[in-house]
């Protein structure tokens, strides 16, 4: 049987993690920091995607939420997910969504989970709410210039701050194909493989029909949290 190589799924390259070797009166520069904090983040996101997988761990439940002026209005429910890629998705709390953004394919922005950003114009009647893992820019901060201008400083952000983007699908991603299951390898009969790397960021949440007019509130008829999601 062939062997193939195993990659992480962070890139399309196999990633060969360094971390810092530090050593009296060392030069420290924002790169070392930056590979030292990404030599955790990924092993941190390795651990999670071959010892856990990836799927709705729990919570993220979606319902409808119709309001006055907002008749597709859902609610996402508080929640814990793992992204294809190892990413931790947290919903600390519930966020609204007007599906009305499903025909535009509209989605929330990273640091304003309330806030809708412009999408392409989609006409599907059936699509799937998906969330996938998202940083955001927090913190800005004056540096002071290295020149000897008199423009003001500039400011650089000094967090990244984990966080999600929601979106509709018009279809849903594409899935792995599953080789092996797990009572397979319980059982003894095959060597336990290695999971392939899905391409797509979105974990789905909900298959949705939306209603046949604009009008129509959304009800929990329409939404279907269990047949698409993978946990």
């Known amino acids: 049987m062939k062997n193939i190589q195993v990659t992480d799924c962070t ?3 196999k990633i060969k993690l360094e971390r810092v070797r530090f050593f009296n009166r060392q030069l420290l520069t924002a790169e070392d920091m930056i590979t030292e904090r990404d030599y955790h ?3 941190q996101k390795r651990h999670n995607l071959f010892m856990h997988g990836w799927g709705v761990v729990c919570g993220l439940t979606v319902v409808a939420a119709p309001i006055q002026g907002t008749p597709w209005q859902v609610q996402i429910g508080s929640g814990y997910a793992l992204g294809p890629y190892g990413d931790e998705i947290y919903v600390g709390e519930a966020v609204y969504f007007d599906l009305a953004a499903c025909i535009t394919g509209g989605a929330t922005n990273p640091c304003e989970p309330g806030l809708m950003g412009p999408g392409a114009a989609g006409t599907a009647t059936t699509v799937y709410l998906a ?6 820019l927090s913190r800005p901060i004056q540096v002071a210039s290295s020149g000897c201008g008199c423009d003001n400083d500039p400011c650089q952000y000094s967090r990244i701050r984990d966080s999600f983007q929601i979106q509709c699908l018009q279809q849903l991603p594409p899935q792995p194909p599953v080789t092996v299951t797990l009572c397979q390898v319980v059982r003894g009969g095959v060597p336990a493989p ?3 790397c899905p391409t797509d960021p979105w974990v789905v949440l909900a298959k949705i029909n939306l209603p046949s007019a604009s009008t129509m ?3 929990n008829s329409n939404i279907d949290n ?3 999601r993978r946990v």
């Open 194 to 196: 290695c999971p392939p």
């Open 41 to 43: 983040l990924a092993k």
């Open 226 to 228: 269990v047949g698409v």
């Open 217 to 219: 509130n959304i009800t």
């Open 11 to 13: 890139g399309p390259a």
């Open 131 to 136: 969330i996938k893992y998202a940083e955001c």
